[in-house]
């Protein structure tokens, strides 16, 4: 997991780590107005009911 202040930072992030892990990314909002990237499978219940976005991995190898 990995936290940002920026939302912009955030998806960017989510965007790299998709691609990497071959995993959908979410972004969760987190303490002190901060933005949290967490792979769809570390996901807590409390991270569950505080996701602002997902990006989701697009496999594009034919």
């Known amino acids: 997991m990995s936290v940002f202040k920026s ?7 989510a965007e790299a780590e998709a691609v990497a892990w071959e995993s959908d990314m979410h972004i969760v909002a ?8 967490v792979d769809e499978f570390d996901l807590t219940p ?4 505080a996701i602002v976005d997902t990006i989701f991995f697009e496999d594009t190898a034919d």
Do not use: I, P, S
């Open 7 to 13: 939302y912009d930072r955030a998806v960017a992030h």
């Open 30 to 37: 987190a303490a002190n107005e901060t933005f949290a990237v």
């Open 46 to 49: 409390e991270q569950d009911n």
